[in-house]
């Protein structure tokens, strides 16, 4: 295949067709601030036309078998691995991170498309024992219809894939509005699933700014039978809200404030590298990354040492940099953010052991940081930093870290340290999150649920829970025996 970032789709996909519009909205590199492409500023209306082409194609795919879909998938995602070096190079161009990360996130995104042609074929119902003679009793699975999803800019291609993969699989018809910072790893995601031969209309992009104007029509329109969103807590809380009039079913994967609890009995190692990972991955830009680091008072020393030295060990610089692993943030309100945590954090005492302002790498470049002396009055312990800024809070025993750990209207991911087999069982049972990396800092993958409880969010993406979310249960029975 062999295609150059440059030969990706500017205009919108919809229907089949390739959209363009005069109004249009620039993608800037985050590491250069230079504009890339410009792609179709879509309106409201063009929405709705989306949501016409989706409707319109949901017969015909839905009645296609499972087996017909996963082959198109099966194609689709060979295609992505194909062309997985232009998407890497694409994906670092307009969202910042290191290539290196880049690769991984796009053979991560194939992933679930690979896994969701398979289990689409997996769709069982069940047969019921019955309660009468005269009576039957089975349930079959179908598809909820419409699908619209509102996806992030932090992983341009995986959450876009994690979602589009098993609506498709189930047989539903989507509409994706991408990030306004991303929108162009979506269109390539299009322009190879046209590729492959998925049908017209089955999967759309709708790229915008109008975000708040394309979300209420994707809400209010009842044809629209689910949405996926993934994003923050605050605009997950609306469009909950704007879903009610139409009851659609709803799958939210929203904010963190991760704990990783590291135990006086951790190996230090393993501690500092599963903190690692989980902090600085993409610049600390996931929804799954350590918030706040809960080090016991035995081990707290050595630890914030180790990561410090560590921490000052990551070379930061544009992703596509030789030996780079810290990119820039996506854009200044995230850096603003990061400097205004910080300032709150060293006002009330906190302390920089290394780090603590931005790189010299360019005006989106933030230092791996950390922050000793952590305490809970502090804005960085109740918000997301989304930065590479490691929070560091001292706790001695156990039940203080748990009640630490779980102080937070939010629970996506939690980690813990320990060399104890016990004491790590009894504190993943206490956790309050949807998903607990045991003496591990990285464990999302496409066979294995995703999701949150609490603010969080609901439902699960990956595994076999992924599927169910867009599938309906119909209990069918049959009388008269
Ligand atoms: P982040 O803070 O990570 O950018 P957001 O929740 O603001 O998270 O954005 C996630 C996605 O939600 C993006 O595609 C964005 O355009 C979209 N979005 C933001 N505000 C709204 C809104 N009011 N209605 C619908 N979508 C929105």
Redesign the pocket.
Known sequence: MDMNPDDFPTSAYIGGAWVTSKDQFAVTNPATGLDIARVPNLTPADARHAIDEASAALPAWSAKTAKERAALLRRWYELILAESEALAQLMTAEQGKPLAESRGEVAYGASFVEWFAEEGKRAYGRTIPTTASSKRYITIKQPIGVVAA?????FPIAMITRKVAPALAAGCTIIV????DTPLCALALAKLAEKAGVPAGVFNVVTTQD??G??EVLCADGRVRKLT?T??T??GK??YRQCADTVKKLTLELGGNAPLIIFDDADLDQAVAGAMASKYRNAGQTCVCANRIIVQAGIYDRFAAALAAAAEKLVVGPGTGAGVNLGPLINAEAVAKVESLMADAVAKGGMVKTGGTKDAAGSLFYKPTVLTGVTADMEIVSQEIFGPVAALIKFETDDEAIALANNTPFGLAAYLFSQNIHRAWKAAEKLEAGMVGVNEGIFSNEVVPFGGVKESGLGREGAAEGLEEYLETKFICLGGM
């Open positions: 509102i996806t992030p800019w932090n509005k991408p990030a306004e975000a708040r394309v979300g969103f994003g923050s605050e605009v609306i469009l």
